[in-house]
DNA sequence: CTGTTAGCGCGTTCAG
DNA sequence: CTGAACGCGCTAACAG
């Protein structure tokens, strides 16, 4: 174990000059910086940065907060793209990353979660599609000392931005695609209470009002299974299926080819696996990619003293075509 | 910020003896224990990782290496599933994790990927699906002061255990589902040079030698693309095309559909879009959960000081239904 | 059984 | 412009 001694002694000069180097301080001789940076290369130092956040009490990474389970179908999908878009913009940045699991998080009180992050040496942390059950990332949003970028959950503070597309914008627009004014609806909405459903079901209600037509409404619960069985179940009664989730269109879908009737259905996500089942179902399209590298922009606005704020992205409303996956 | 001493001046105690509770030293009064945990209750204290691994030198975490791209579709999936095996377990164990991508060491010069894990507090890495260009992490393998459990390579050293399922056998296998005496047979394999590509290669060989029949082999790169490309080319030249990951068999599905031909198919892995494609091609099913579970243990029986070793994992020959997708 | 002490590797004053 | 000295929060060795 290399430290910063070593470089010191090496290039003939004391630690705390090193550092200074290291961490680009201005008043350095150009001779020296250079010895020292030979040095650093020649022995391959790396700052220990256990030591460095102890050290100084500056707590710089930004921790990403992703929700892994096996409930939902193509979550990972999702996350994955999330993930690349944060990740990517925290490495043009030069900002160092720890990965967060919410199952680690379950183990925690309230106010040790806190404390958590700090050991990390976060200041900062990104929520991937925020669930409503989560207290105790909830909970944190109120601390003051941390700044958060929430994707999916209309939380605005001083140190809080949410990132999203306008859902109901979007639900409106992709069930507007199939609906005519008389057709009977079904909607497939998502988790209860979860916060883009809500957004979601407001966006087809209004679409309701402008365009006339019956509309019930189904708790889906994002799971392609109860569209599944559902749809079974009722789709002769209905001209149209409306779903809050691409995986509850595809479970739609399914279960009508097995009956063999035909009815309009929409989906939402955009993800790739749409590309896969044989029908051509319009859906919004989320640039998941971007939305998690802007996340990581409001972080540093928020680190820079601005106050938090909502951020809407774009969307697109499209069918996904096999051509388009395999690239 | 509360610390190791707030807890003692609660507690009435010294920080060592906090500290010596918290490892659960046995020489400890069951009265001043009480007092402690209760402080630590009270306070909702959480010790700070970054002193703690500072001042014991001993490195703890486990680091799970991961490729992340967008390159291949679908290896968000695998990547997921062996993540969520290896941090179960590691939760069982009460082992810490962190996350390392395949990016960020891209950024390193050889030997400061070694400080790097170390300044990480990490003795061991988990990597899942070790590629070959990856002179990084090649290079790693070599250095004795980390343990090792590497994915889908055949590499085993005093530190470096590896997992996988029979690669040559389960090619033979799912291949021998499809494939008749006299058949003309086109073979995608995988990356060239890659290691499980080699050995599933192997196993379609071994399958031709007892079985006879024609064999051409082309490298797919695992490329869904490359596969549907040149199956819209030469399919109406064969009987079977057998490939090495479920992707190509989808390519290769899509492109038969399209010219309107049956040919017998076979994929290779067993990841859940099979389930969507509305064919029904017998594929190779590995559990990559529990591969990801696994390798945990490999870590441990290294940290007792055990041997590498290698560790076939079991697999299954299946086609994957629509049914079994959505549970 | 418990308190004291001495670092872990680094960043940051403060002198010089 | 540079070096010495202190402390971040914690653990380990040593006293008592």
Redesign the pocket.
């Known amino acids: 174990?290399i430290?910063?001694?070593d470089v010191?002694a090496r290039a003939?000069?004391?630690?705390?000059?090193?550092?200074?180097v290291?961490?680009g301080?201005?008043?350095?001789?150009?001779?020296?910086?250079k010895n020292v940076m030979q040095a650093v290369n020649e022995l391959g130092?790396?700052?220990?940065s256990?030591?460095?956040t102890?050290?100084?009490?500056?707590k710089k990474k930004i921790a990403i907060y992703i929700y892994i389970n096996d409930k939902f179908q193509q979550i990972d999908e999702i996350n994955m793209l999330y993930l690349m878009g944060a990740l990517d913009r925290c490495r043009e940045l030069g900002i160092e990353t720890v990965t967060v699991y919410n199952e680690t998080l379950e183990r925690l009180q309230h106010d040790t979660c806190l404390s958590y992050f700090n050991?990390l040496s976060a200041d900062s942390v990104i929520v991937f599609g925020l669930n409503k059950d989560d207290r105790m990332m909830l909970d944190m949003l109120e601390s003051p000392r941390f700044n958060f970028a929430v994707v999916d959950a209309p939380i605005v503070k001083d140190n809080v931005s949410c990132v999203y597309i306008d859902q109901r914008k979007a639900q409106y627009e992709v069930a507007s695609q199939i609906i005519e004014t008389g057709d009977k609806v079904l909607y497939f909405s998502g988790k209860k209470n979860g916060y883009v459903s809500q957004m979601r079901l407001e966006g087809i209600r209004q679409l309701q009002k402008d365009r006339n037509f019956e509309l019930t409404v189904i708790e889906g619960e994002f799971s392609e299974a109860i569209a599944y069985h559902q749809t079974l179940k009722l789709a002769n009664q209905y001209d149209c299926i409306v779903c809050a989730s691409d995986m509850m269109a595809i479970g739609a879908k399914k279960a009508c080819k097995e009956l063999g009737i035909f009815v309009k259905i929409s989906g939402f996500d955009g993800i790739r696996v749409m590309g896969y089942v044989g029908s051509s179902i319009p859906t919004v399209r989320q640039n998941f990619y971007n939305i998690g590298y802007r996340c990581v922009d409001e972080i540093i606005r928020l680190r820079d003293g601005e106050k938090g704020q909502k951020v809407i992205m774009p969307f697109e409303i499209d069918r996904i075509s096999y051509r388009s996956v395999i690239k």
């Open positions: 174990m430290s910063i001694k010191a003939k000069v004391s630690a705390g000059t090193v550092s200074k290291l961490k301080y201005t008043n350095i001789s150009e001779e020296t910086k130092y790396v700052p220990n256990a030591a460095s102890l050290s100084s009490k500056g050991s």
